[in-house]
């Protein structure tokens, strides 16, 4: 291609796996981009996909040289958690990590190269997947159909990337240019700003403590542990969401980031702590006279500081631990010993990984099984950030800017309660099937993803033999994933603005994940693949009759409890005995 900065290449998938690795998921597609400075990689799991892009800046050449070592192995894992926690939305899991060269560089020098590298990269992509004269004349391809990206923010992406993405995208003619990449400044949902993320982390926090330690946080004290700053996305909102849910029952017992770590055995004071987030502070600049009897500040322009810092979140005693913020595979099968104590008990038994890929696959078993460390896995955990990108993607199709902005208040707030909503019914599948069954809560939370994925996948193909009438009797489905505003202003034009494949994605992901959170994995996983998609269809059908008898039910006269009572027994098990599948 002409006046380009880069060079992109579409790898079959395959060529990135060796004979001697473990055998593991294929990925749908492989991009690579060689740039003057940077290498990126884009891995996805699904024709249609979304996921963020992530700038990797090194600071010395050494470090440079373990970036590249493991860059598409980071890509890979990071796409492959995507996909494991997109599993309530249309698309599928993908991520961009783009290594950029900025050594020995002004600050100034270093964040010109970063924007450019961020414009070749979004350039070279979008070479290879919008279908122009110049493209079918200079791109060689071998995949021979039309392929959907959506990207979004990941660490290093600024408002004006975002901002220049989204024009670019137009300028080359992609379809849906605004949905191209999430978090518009004017017209997304910002996730730092509304705490997205960190809403659904907390309800998995809160179900974990009352199942597993049998706390009850509302009326009961807990100890907790966090890594990330105050003035980070992730771990800053969750101080917030603690102390507007528990108060003084939270006691926030050691905070870690990249300046430091602060620590107090009887619970860093919340106002100092608040005051931090609120102004977009670091944990270095907590006030060292609030700190309480045998409370520290440590810096890291220290070497004690700096151990002080990397060591936090295995010393600090806690009831819980949060990683919301920090490197991947900080915790690994070399060092998870560190996170025991002495005598082999755990320094916090409860962790809700905030953040991606914090502990290792390896490590959470070991931790587990040596220990009984209980660990929400972070395709669980930190999955309502995803979900939230996902319905941007929605609204930037079905809604014009001015129409989402006028009502966005109203829309922001149905998000979160569908967050909610998603999160809950998840976390007590996932404690229902853990008390049940037993087993680590890694894997159940992989058996949950995987349940809901390839019931999705079956129920996709399936819509293809569909006839247009039978597709439609399915379209409620997708109206009430929406946000109810988003939904009654546009629905009616859905077809005219959302690409029909999309469309059959959501059918069949909300259908998926309805079926596995009401009736749970193992009712699905026993279902013949090639029944799947008809059982799904009765248990729809099914459910109109529940609900239809429900109505009936509430209307005739009968002693309140006995009412009460039939109406759990159809909410709880009518669509599934309404089937005669067991």
């Given at each position: 291609?002409?006046?380009?900065?880069?060079?992109?290449?579409?790898?079959?998938?395959?060529?990135?796996s060796s004979e001697d690795e473990v055998p593991r998921e294929t990925p749908y597609g492989v991009i690579f981009v060689h740039g003057r400075r940077f290498d990126g990689y884009h891995t996805r799991f699904r024709d249609i996909a979304r996921g963020g892009m992530r700038l990797v800046t090194p600071a010395?050449?050494?470090?440079?040289?373990?970036?590249s070592a493991h860059q598409y192995e980071e890509c890979y894992g990071l796409a492959f958690a995507q996909q494991l926690k997109n599993k309530d939305i249309p698309e599928g899991g993908s991520k961009a990590v783009v290594l950029i060269d900025n050594i020995g560089m002004s600050e100034t020098g270093k964040d010109f190269v970063m924007r450019?590298?961020?414009?070749?990269?979004?350039?070279?992509?979008?070479?290879?997947?919008?279908?122009?004269?110049e493209t079918r004349e200079e791109v060689v391809d071998f995949v021979g159909k039309k392929e959907v990206l959506y990207l979004g923010p990941d660490e290093q992406v600024t408002p004006e990337d975002i901002n220049w993405v989204i024009k670019r995208a137009k300028q080359r003619g992609y379809d849906t240019p605004a949905a191209f990449m999430s978090s518009k400044p004017r017209a997304g949902i910002n996730h730092k700003e509304y705490g997205v993320t960190s809403e659904g982390v907390n309800v998995y926090l809160d179900v974990a403590l009352r199942h597993v330690l049998k706390i009850d946080p509302k009326q009961e004290s807990f100890s907790i542990k966090i890594t990330g700053g105050p003035d980070g996305?992730?771990?800053?909102?969750?101080?917030?969401?603690?102390?507007?849910?528990?108060?003084d029952n939270a006691k926030v017992v050691g905070?870690?980031?990249?300046?430091?770590?602060?620590?107090?055995?009887?619970?860093?004071?919340?106002?100092?702590?608040l005051r931090l987030v609120n102004d977009n502070l670091p944990i270095d600049q907590f006030n060292p006279s609030k700190l309480g009897e045998g409370g520290a500040v440590h810096t890291v322009d220290t070497e004690e500081g700096v151990k002080a810092r990397n060591s936090m979140?295995?010393?600090?005693?806690?009831?819980?631990?949060?990683?919301?913020?920090?490197?991947?595979?900080?915790?690994?099968?070399?060092?998870?010993?560190?996170?025991?104590?002495?005598?082999?008990?755990?320094?916090?038994?409860?962790?809700?990984?905030?953040?991606?890929?914090f502990v290792t696959d390896e490590a959470r078993q070991h931790l587990f099984e040596e220990a009984g460390v209980v660990i929400v896995k972070d395709s669980s955990a930190n999955k309502c950030g995803v979900i939230t990108s996902s319905y941007e993607i929605c609204a930037?199709?079905?809604?014009?800017?001015?129409?989402?902005?006028?009502?966005k208040d109203q829309i922001v707030s149905e998000v979160l309660n569908k967050l909610h909503n998603y999160a809950q019914a998840e976390a007590e599948l996932l404690f229902r099937e853990f008390e049940t069954y037993g087993g680590s809560l890694p894997q159940l939370s992989k058996v949950v993803s995987d349940a809901v994925n390839a019931a999705t996948d079956s129920l996709s193909v399936a819509l293809d033999s569909f006839s247009a009438e039978d597709k439609e009797k399915l379209l409620p489905l997708f109206r009430f994933h929406l946000p109810k505003t988003m939904a009654d202003m546009s629905f009616d034009k859905v077809h005219e603005r959302v690409p029909a494949q999309y469309i059959s994605n959501a059918i069949a992901s909300c259908l998926a994940s309805k079926l596995v959170y009401k009736e749970g994995t193992k009712f699905v996983n026993t279902l013949p693949k090639e029944k799947l998609a008809s059982v799904a269809l009765r248990y729809v059908e099914a459910e109109h009759q529940i609900a239809t008898l429900k109505i009936a039910l509430e209307g005739t006269e009968m002693?309140?409890?006995e009412k009460e009572s039939i109406l759990k027994l159809l909410e709880a098990g009518g669509a599934r005995t309404a089937l005669g599948v067991f």
């Open positions: 291609m002409n006046n380009r900065y880069a060079l992109g290449l579409r790898l079959d998938p395959k060529i990135m010395s050449p050494e470090q440079y040289a373990l970036e450019k590298s961020v414009k070749a990269f979004t350039d070279t992509i979008l070479d290879l997947i919008v279908d122009t004269e996305d992730v771990a800053g909102n969750e101080l917030k969401i603690l102390a507007r849910e528990y108060g905070i870690a980031d990249g300046t430091g770590c602060a620590e107090d055995p009887n619970g860093l004071a919340w106002d100092e702590l979140h295995n010393r600090v005693q806690a009831d819980a631990f949060i990683p919301a913020g920090g490197r991947p595979n900080t915790i690994n099968i070399h060092n998870y010993k560190h996170f025991l104590n002495p005598d082999g008990s755990p320094s916090a038994p409860l962790i809700v990984e905030g953040a991606n890929l930037a199709m079905m809604l014009s800017e001015e129409e989402f902005f006028d009502n002693p309140e409890k």
